[in-house]
């Protein structure tokens, strides 16, 4: 497909797991960002990407968040000890360039128990 | 309060009406975003202007950087336009994450 992957598009864990969200951008495009969304808020910005690079990390909410993006195009967010509240959808989304517009994935909704 | 903020927080209008939201913002930016969001999550950008105006079918935007305000005009609306409208800036000073108003619910009413 040409838009946004991200997978899974759900994910069900219990509290204090390991989990891995992945997103696949659109080919070619170097700039790849992500996004949390909670029920009923607007998305808040985690993290983004230009090429390999974190170019602006500082919406992570604590070190228990990281992400990845090896090669410059797959990118992989990773949330360590789980808590119920990153319960949300997380959203990626990728630009050509920077300052572009953004296309986005149809997110993966986590739901720590 | 919020950087970007949108009004009304609900609409609900009948089919073929006129209508109009509205998005305000308090920071410098290079970029506004007009950005619809149907159930289930899906998020595709439908506008992105810095300056003046712009029109794709039935969709208007529109912005004043003067005032730090645009709005999102859809003429002659449809049940299909029912959705979450989403307004987003991408802040002068901050590379070009996107800072998001909370959305627009609005249902169009056959």
């Known amino acids: 497909g040409a838009g946004v992957s991200q997978t899974p598009s759900n994910k069900v864990t219990e509290k204090g797991k390991y989990v891995e969200l992945r997103c696949d951008p659109i080919?070619?495009?170097?700039?790849l960002y992500w996004y949390r969304q909670s029920l009923g808020q607007g998305p808040e910005f985690l993290i983004y990407?230009?090429?390999?690079?974190?170019?602006?990390d500082s919406g992570l909410p604590n070190d228990r968040f990281f992400a990845v993006r090896p090669e410059g195009s797959v990118s992989t967010l990773k949330i360590q000890r789980t808590e119920r509240g990153d319960s949300a959808v997380y959203l990626c989304?990728?630009?050509?360039?920077?300052?572009?517009?953004?296309?986005f994935g149809d997110g993966t909704r986590l739901s720590i128990l | 309060k919020n950087e970007v903020e949108q009004s009304p927080q609900n609409l609900t209008a009948q089919e073929g009406e006129f209508i109009t939201i509205n998005c305000s913002y308090s920071?410098?930016?290079?970029?506004l975003h007009w950005l619809q969001q149907h159930p289930g999550g899906g998020i595709v950008s439908l506008f992105m202007?810095?300056?003046g105006k712009k029109k794709h079918g039935r969709l208007i935007a529109t912005i004043n950087i003067q005032e730090k305000h645009s709005s999102l005009h859809i003429t002659a609306s449809h049940p299909r336009d029912s959705a979450v409208y989403i307004c987003?800036?991408?802040?002068?000073?901050?590379?070009?994450?996107?800072?998001f108003g909370e959305g627009t619910q609005l249902t169009v009413n056959p």
């Open positions: 989304a990728s630009s050509l360039w920077e300052n572009q517009p953004q296309h």
């Open positions: 080919s070619g495009h170097t700039a």
């Open positions: 987003a800036v991408t802040r002068a000073t901050s590379g070009s994450r996107l800072t």
């Open positions: 202007l810095s300056s």
């Open positions: 990407f230009q090429g390999t690079g974190a170019a602006d």
């Open positions: 920071v410098g930016i290079s970029a």
